[in-house]
């Protein structure tokens, strides 16, 4: 068997994790699991990547679709943007790895550059007034919470409720901070 070169292992290793990520999650993928997939070494993969959050991290990014958050009125922004969050399986998996990582240094700046560009920047555009960015910084916040209850609490009354209400229900709590 050919032997690879670093970078041509560091693409496999890259290439199975997002692909393992995506499927499974990062807490159901292992380090073992990448590496099996990738035709390597698990030391390999820490050598590469130097944890499994930041390997997660480099394949695996945050970002919504800013379209369809700026092709509806002003009015509709709240219902629109929680129909965004809860329709993309991405997001939970990407949300709770940043979260459960936030203690490590490059982790944490990445979640602060997530939050602002993914959330508060989109919201901020289709904005006015002195409150702009208050607002689009208080509507991630709220938007913030109910992704805490659903997917680190795990409120069981909440993640039972049909997603449509819950659109609906908090797209009107999030319009409050949007157009007061």
Do not use: C
Not at 120 to 147: F, I, K, Q
């Amino acid at each position: 068997m050919a032997r690879r070169s670093g970078e041509a292992t560091r693409e496999e290793i890259r290439s199975a994790a997002s692909r393992l990520f995506r499927e499974r999650g990062f807490a159901r993928t292992s380090v073992r699991d990448i590496a099996a997939l990738a035709r390597s070494n698990p030391a390999l993969v820490i050598r590469h990547f130097g944890t499994k959050e930041l390997l997660f991290l480099e394949t695996v990014d945050l970002s919504l679709d800013d379209e369809p958050l700026l092709d509806v009125p002003l009015e509709q922004l709240g219902e629109r943007f929680v129909e965004r969050l809860l329709a993309d399986d991405d997001i939970r998996g990407v949300y709770l790895a940043l979260v459960r990582g936030s203690n490590e240094e490059q982790i944490r700046v990445r979640l602060q550059k997530i939050h602002e560009g993914t959330f508060v920047a989109p919201v901020r555009a289709r904005l006015s007034g002195a409150d702009a960015d208050l607002r689009a910084r208080l509507a991630a916040a709220v938007v913030g919470g109910l992704l805490y209850a659903l997917w680190v609490v795990g409120d069981e009354r909440l993640v039972a409720t049909d997603p449509r209400e819950l659109v609906v229900r908090y797209g009107a709590l999030l319009q409050q901070v949007l157009t007061p």
